[in-house]
């Protein structure tokens, strides 16, 4: 969904300011953003309160307080998330706005986290369903909410990357790329993916997320295993599932050392405690 133009027809409601109940939200609406609404299948008040707000939000600060000011119950809002994984798959280009709004109310109310988990369980489950374009934007939305501590790298756990469908590789090339190349060729971008990766060893989950996150790497990804990072067609994108790979890989070695450490024995204890 192309916000700047929703922009354009709800610039009434925007001037009007924000807060207020579902009923007073959809009385300042602009009727050609409800009409937007209702065009994206918003099709419940609570549903149409929230997209008007989200398409005629100032910024993301903006965005969020006058979500918080419509207030809505637990339940309802769950339907902030379903809004905008909606908006964000129509969006005829990536839009960061969604993103950084969806990690603002992760922030700021961690039950988010959770619904968030909860569309991209749902999402994996129908990838078949989605364009190429939908699949690309919501790729760039989950990469971002793991990058910035939104949601747990982990949370990939349900997938088996050994028998993905096409529309499942396509989804995971384009959110592996999006995790690894954050930041560009910077310190910061780095930290913040090798922080997304290290993360992941202190999971119950971690065996079988990291096998399956280095699966796809050696399969899927567009690099060469025995190819230095610079002589690759992405550099970039090697040279960071080279670090990604080593940090689980290390991260392995620890937790086995872990499982087979020997009971340390108190030396100030009865020996007898000890004894077969």
Known sequence: LNKERAAKL?????RGGGGGSIQQ???RADPAVLKLARKQ??????RRAIFSVLMTANDVIN?????????LDERQQREIVHVIVRCCSASKDYNIYFAELSTHLCTNKPSFRFTYQLALWDLLKELEAFSARKL?????LFAHLVLYSSLPLVVIRVVDFMSLSDEGILFFNVFFQALLCHGGDNKEGARRVARAFNYTGGSKHFPAVSDGIQFFFRQHLPIK???PPKEQKHPLLAKRAKIAMRILEALTITREAEEHKPD????????EDYSL
Request: aromatic residues 2%.
């Open 10 to 14: 709800g610039g009434e409601a925007r």
């Open 25 to 27: 939200a959809l009385a």
């Open 41 to 46: 299948r918003m099709n419940t008040d609570v």
């Open 63 to 71: 965005g969020y307080e006058r979500l918080m000011s419509l207030n």
């Open 136 to 140: 690309n934007n919501l790729a760039h």
């Open 225 to 227: 295993s025995r190819v």
């Open 264 to 271: 340390e024995i108190d030396p100030d204890a009865d020996l």
